[in-house]
């Protein structure tokens, strides 16, 4: 098998050619953003928004900072001004339940106008109420009524007198109410007179007074009635007198609302309880005044309390909407997504009413769209469930935590439920996405859609145009200094970087962002009025240095000898691998010593690090294909007969993936094949049962790693790294490390097999097998072949020698 070519300067980083802009700095752009490189997401939105059926709500998912939010935006506010105002939403009261505000329902921006209207009447009835009722007609007709009842009265008395007079007889009026008495000759006839008349005068004396009597108890038995009829008629002249006042006013407001019937019918209400309650506007004003009261009544407390029940609660005003509403919720507690009732303190006790209801983003994206963030809309309590019972239930309901949860013990409200009419986009991460759909049974019948983010997009002329515009976009909102066309350029390359793939960019629209915003700071440091490649190039190797301490202690430790790599010699079982570190958003790449060691055994390759638990289930299964490899290589016809062991040295943490299963086979091919390995080279690359070396990630990161201890120990052109030849487009390496490359001081080497691998690695023939099945002599191969021999011979005369002794 061929030994594979050195890579190419060319093949270890793709450039953009920024003579492909048309542009010379973004400021020639027209500040837009385009939406690339995510047409799967921009279906799912586009259908999601489109149907208008229950449950089909989106869920955006994929990585932070891929732009859902923005792309989301984006794409409803294109939308939603071409589609109605929603109407208007207001609480009033309830005059028959006052526990119960009533949910009114206006055209858009009539809601401001009925409140403003409420507010106008009342203020004009404490003017207009007071002049009717203190007018000369009034007064007249009241004093009519009070006199007819004084006359009635009079008449009834008088008449009892005269009938007394005419049987010698007076009526004393007391304190203590009324009193017969006996006359003669016009005076009353005193008690010692009395006693001396004679028996027969003294009982018809009596007889009369008790028949007088029974007459005037009659008579005051129907004072009440005749006082309750003057009440009644004074009563009526009242409503006749308020309705009077009132009813102009009250046309005059149906008259603007007549299309309504949910209004006329409140104002229908209204009109009934201030005639029936005039009282309340003929109050003078006192200092003591307060808009809370529960259950509103009417006392001298002060006229606007009293008329507080006729106010109106402006929930939702849309008058100044252009379309449907497109609500983004910062922060999703259940209180700011489906309202509250709040409740004010007096006089020690907490209180409320319906003018305390606050609205939530149910109520202000209600007929339009709500954006949520998934992650902060689970951490609040109750905001999950309270969401899904809106959706569910197709309405708003409003309760009061502390009432719900027995948390506070005062009387609250129950409002009328508002109809919800809206669509729902949660943004989250996709393991989020997975586990909701998995654990919750109803999140996929409320959020049917999914819109799936890709972490990146194809790279070409379209993608370069719309990373400019986005460039472009960001200098011209953020108001940063504009951008040469080779930043642009330099920007672009970077996110093929941070892509992990030549012929691909990041979606990570936040780190464009961010880096941007550094670039720009740079120039305007350095007195530019552009900021050019050279700016973002050092703003790259600033965000490098600030996350390289870690990388640079362990290098530091590399160069004291305090971690062994050997990158001078030549070894026999022993291999430069490459790792990859993740600490936090960084990562950085590092070598680290593998080696292996055989002996006589039972075709076992032991990994030290899965028998300690310190390496995962992925690196477990790379090392046992190593067995399958060998075995059915060289031990097809005859057992493995090795014991192996591997290990990676100086490892104090858990280790976890396949790709130095590769490194380890060549290790092990070393330690059989008793050939040594060139120390100044390193391997990264699975394997498979097969020997065809397999793409790993983060390459880019492990050659960065080792190319910077060669360095530090000096090139000498012999150093380089072995990548399987499926990752070559991934590489989009440091500047420095291509012109060393270029320099022929370190070299690339892409690899398909393990072959290939073991004969740069050794500088002796892999060898192939010939069609008897047998190797050339001298190759890495043949040598494997014949020492596992060898083994396998040993122990079938060892085994014999066993079977051959007597036994004890």
Same mark, same amino acid.
């Given at each position: 098998m061929?030994? &594979?070519?050195?890579?190419?300067?060319a093949? !270890?980083?793709?450039?953009c050619?920024?003579?492909?802009?048309?542009?010379s700095?973004t400021?020639?752009?027209?500040g837009?953003t385009?939406?690339?490189?995510?047409?799967?997401?921009?279906e799912?939105?586009r259908?999601?928004?489109g149907?208008?059926r229950?449950?089909f709500?989106?869920?955006?998912l994929g990585p932070?900072?891929t732009g859902k939010?923005?792309?989301?935006?984006q794409?409803?506010?294109?939308?939603?001004?071409?589609?109605?105002?929603?109407?208007?939403w207001?609480?009033?009261?309830?005059f028959?339940?006052p526990?119960?505000p009533?949910?009114?329902?206006?055209?858009p921006?009539?809601?401001c106008?009925l409140?403003?209207d409420?507010?106008?009447l009342?203020?004009?009835l =404490?003017?207009?109420m007071p002049?009717?009722f203190?007018s000369?007609?009034y007064?007249?007709?009241e004093?009519?009524i009070?006199?007819a009842?004084q006359e009635k009265?009079?008449?009834a008395i008088?008449a009892?007198?005269h009938?007394?007079q005419?049987h010698?007889?007076?009526?004393?009026?007391?304190p203590g109410g009324?009193a017969?008495?006996p006359?003669?000759?016009?005076k009353?006839?005193a008690?010692?007179v009395?006693m001396?008349?004679k028996q027969?005068?003294r009982?018809?004396?009596e007889?009369?007074t008790?028949?007088?009597?029974?007459?005037l108890?009659?008579?005051?038995?129907?004072?009440?009635?005749? +006082?309750?009829?003057?009440?009644d008629?004074?009563?009526?002249?009242?409503?006749e007198?308020?309705?009077?006042?009132?009813?102009?006013?009250?046309?005059?407001?149906?008259?603007?609302?007549?299309?309504?019937?949910e209004?006329?019918r409140?104002?229908d209400e209204?009109?009934?309880?201030?005639?029936?309650?005039f009282g309340?506007?003929?109050e003078?004003e006192t200092?003591e005044e307060?808009?809370?009261?529960?259950p509103?009544?009417?006392s001298?407390a002060?006229r606007k309390r #009293?008329?507080?029940?006729?106010?109106v609660?402006? %929930?939702?005003?849309?008058?100044?909407l252009n379309g449907?509403?497109?609500i983004?919720e910062?922060?999703?507690?259940t209180q700011n *997504?489906v309202g509250?009732i709040?409740?004010?303190?007096?006089?020690?006790?907490?209180?409320t009413?319906?003018?305390l209801?606050k609205p939530?983003a149910l109520?202000?994206?209600?007929g339009?769209?709500?954006i949520l963030?998934?992650?902060r809309?689970?951490?609040e309590?109750?905001a999950?469930?309270?969401?899904?019972?809106?959706?569910?239930t197709?309405?708003i309901?409003i309760?009061?935590l502390?009432?719900l949860y027995?948390l506070?013990s005062?009387?609250?409200l129950?409002?009328?439920?508002?109809?919800l009419d809206?669509?729902?986009?949660l943004? /989250?991460?996709r393991?989020?996405?997975?586990l909701?759909s998995?654990?919750d &049974?109803?999140?996929?019948? !409320?959020?049917k859609?999914?819109a799936? =983010?890709?972490?990146?997009m194809?790279?070409?002329?379209e993608?370069h145009?719309a990373y400019a515009h986005l460039?472009?976009s960001i200098a011209?909102?953020?108001k940063l200094?504009?951008?040469e066309?080779?930043?642009?350029?330099?920007?672009?390359?970077?996110?093929?970087r941070?892509?992990g793939?030549?012929?691909?960019?990041?979606?990570? *629209?936040?780190?464009?962002?961010?880096?941007a915003?550094?670039?720009e700071?740079?120039?305007?440091?350095?007195?530019?009025?552009?900021?050019s490649?050279?700016?973002?190039?050092?703003?790259?190797e600033?965000?490098?240095?600030?996350?390289a301490r870690?990388q640079e202690?362990?290098r530091?430790?590399?160069?004291r000898?305090?971690?062994?790599i050997?990158?001078?010699?030549e070894?026999?079982g022993q291999?430069?691998?490459?790792?990859?570190? #993740?600490l936090g958003?960084?990562?950085?790449?590092?070598p680290?010593r593998?080696?292996?060691?055989?002996?006589l055994?039972?075709?076992e390759?032991?990994?030290i690090e899965?028998?300690v638990?310190?390496?995962g289930p992925?690196?477990?299964?790379?090392? %046992?294909?190593?067995?399958? =490899?060998?075995?059915?290589r060289y031990?097809?016809?005859?057992?493995?007969?090795?014991?192996a062991?591997?290990v990676?040295e100086?490892?104090?943490g858990?280790?976890?993936g396949d790709s130095?299963?590769?490194?380890?086979?060549?290790?092990l091919?070393?330690?059989i094949?008793g050939?040594?390995?060139?120390?100044?080279?390193?391997?990264?690359g699975?394997?498979?049962?097969?020997?065809?070396? +397999?793409a790993i990630?983060?390459?880019?990161?492990?050659?960065e790693g080792?190319?910077?201890?060669?360095k530090?120990r000096g090139?000498d052109?012999? $150093? /380089?790294? *072995?990548?399987p030849?499926?990752?070559?487009? $991934?590489? %989009?390496?440091?500047?420095?490390i291509v012109?060393a490359v270029?320099?022929?001081?370190?070299?690339?080497?892409p690899v398909?097999?393990?072959?290939?691998?073991i004969?740069i690695?050794?500088?002796?023939p892999a060898?192939?097998m010939?069609e008897?099945?047998?190797w050339?002599?001298g190759?890495v191969?043949a040598?494997?072949?014949?020492?596992?021999k060898t083994m396998a011979?040993?122990?079938k005369?060892?085994?014999?020698?066993?079977s051959?002794?007597?036994?004890k």
């Amino acid at each position: 098998m061929p030994i &594979p070519a050195k890579l190419l300067p060319a093949q !270890l980083y793709s450039r953009c050619d920024p003579g492909q802009f048309t542009f010379s700095t973004t400021a020639d752009l027209d500040g837009s953003t385009e939406i690339a490189g995510q047409e799967r997401a921009l279906e799912a939105i586009r259908l999601g928004m489109g149907i208008r059926r229950d449950g089909f709500n989106l869920f955006a998912l994929g990585p932070s900072g891929t732009g859902k939010e923005t792309t989301v935006l984006q794409l409803l506010n294109a939308v939603a001004p071409k589609e109605a105002r929603p109407d208007d939403w207001c609480y009033v009261y309830n005059f028959g339940k006052p526990r119960s505000p009533k949910a009114l329902r206006l055209p858009p921006g009539q809601a401001c106008r009925l409140s403003d209207d409420m507010e106008r009447l009342v203020e004009t009835l =404490f003017g207009v109420m007071p002049a009717a009722f203190s007018s000369e007609e009034y007064q007249s007709r009241e004093k009519e009524i009070g006199e007819a009842l004084q006359e009635k009265q009079s008449s009834a008395i008088e008449a009892i007198e005269h009938d007394a007079q005419e049987h010698e007889i007076t009526l004393i009026r007391t304190p203590g109410g009324f009193a017969f008495a006996p006359v003669h000759e016009g005076k009353v006839i005193a008690p010692d007179v009395y006693m001396q008349m004679k028996q027969e005068e003294r009982d018809k004396i009596e007889k009369e007074t008790n028949r007088l009597r029974d007459s005037l108890q009659s008579i005051m038995a129907q004072f009440p009635k005749w +006082q309750r009829e003057t009440a009644d008629k004074i009563k009526e002249l009242n409503r006749e007198v308020s309705a009077f006042a009132l009813k102009p006013l009250m046309d005059e407001i149906r008259a603007r609302y007549k299309e309504v019937e949910e209004v006329l019918r409140y104002l229908d209400e209204v009109e009934r309880d201030m005639i029936e309650n005039f009282g309340q506007f003929l109050e003078k004003e006192t200092p003591e005044e307060g808009p809370f009261m529960m259950p509103p009544q009417f006392s001298p407390a002060g006229r606007k309390r #009293s008329a507080v029940r006729y106010r109106v609660n402006v %929930m939702i005003d849309n008058s100044k909407l252009n379309g449907a509403p497109v609500i983004l919720e910062d922060k999703p507690a259940t209180q700011n *997504l489906v309202g509250d009732i709040e409740h004010a303190a007096q006089m020690g006790t907490l209180i409320t009413d319906f003018t305390l209801i606050k609205p939530g983003a149910l109520h202000r994206a209600n007929g339009g769209y709500l954006i949520l963030d998934a992650r902060r809309l689970l951490l609040e309590p109750f905001a999950w469930e309270a969401l899904k019972k809106a959706l569910r239930t197709r309405q708003i309901r409003i309760e009061s935590l502390a009432q719900l949860y027995s948390l506070v013990s005062t009387i609250s409200l129950e409002p009328e439920p508002i109809p919800l009419d809206l669509k729902v986009v949660l943004l /989250g991460e996709r393991r989020l996405y997975y586990l909701l759909s998995s654990y919750d &049974p109803d999140f996929n019948e !409320l959020f049917k859609i999914a819109a799936d =983010f890709d972490n990146d997009m194809q790279r070409n002329d379209e993608t370069h145009l719309a990373y400019a515009h986005l460039v472009g976009s960001i200098a011209a909102r953020d108001k940063l200094l504009p951008f040469e066309r080779d930043a642009v350029a330099r920007i672009i390359e970077h996110g093929s970087r941070m892509a992990g793939d030549a012929t691909r960019l990041s979606s990570n *629209l936040q780190a464009i962002r961010d880096l941007a915003h550094e670039a720009e700071y740079h120039a305007a440091q350095n007195k530019r009025t552009q900021v050019s490649a050279d700016d973002v190039e050092a703003m790259l190797e600033a965000q490098r240095y600030r996350a390289a301490r870690v990388q640079e202690r362990m290098r530091e430790a590399m160069m004291r000898g305090t971690i062994l790599i050997d990158t001078s010699s030549e070894q026999v079982g022993q291999i430069n691998g490459l790792s990859v570190y #993740s600490l936090g958003e960084q990562s950085f790449g590092t070598p680290s010593r593998i080696t292996a060691r055989v002996r006589l055994g039972k075709g076992e390759v032991i990994d030290i690090e899965r028998e300690v638990e310190m390496g995962g289930p992925i690196h477990s299964k790379g090392v %046992m294909i190593l067995s399958g =490899f060998l075995g059915s290589r060289y031990a097809a016809d005859e057992p493995l007969s090795l014991s192996a062991t591997l290990v990676f040295e100086q490892s104090y943490g858990g280790i976890e993936g396949d790709s130095a299963s590769s490194t380890e086979l060549y290790a092990l091919l070393s330690a059989i094949s008793g050939i040594p390995i060139r120390q100044w080279l390193a391997v990264t690359g699975s394997v498979n049962q097969h020997g065809q070396v +397999q793409a790993i990630g983060g390459v880019n990161d492990k050659i960065e790693g080792f190319f910077d201890l060669c360095k530090a120990r000096g090139l000498d052109g012999r $150093h /380089g790294v *072995l990548i399987p030849a499926s990752n070559v487009t $991934h590489l %989009m390496l440091r500047h420095d490390i291509v012109k060393a490359v270029e320099a022929g001081e370190f070299s690339i080497w892409p690899v398909t097999h393990i072959d290939e691998g073991i004969e740069i690695l050794t500088g002796v023939p892999a060898g192939e097998m010939d069609e008897n099945g047998a190797w050339p002599e001298g190759t890495v191969n043949a040598k494997v072949f014949e020492r596992l021999k060898t083994m396998a011979e040993k122990l079938k005369a060892f085994g014999k020698k066993q079977s051959d002794e007597p036994e004890k």
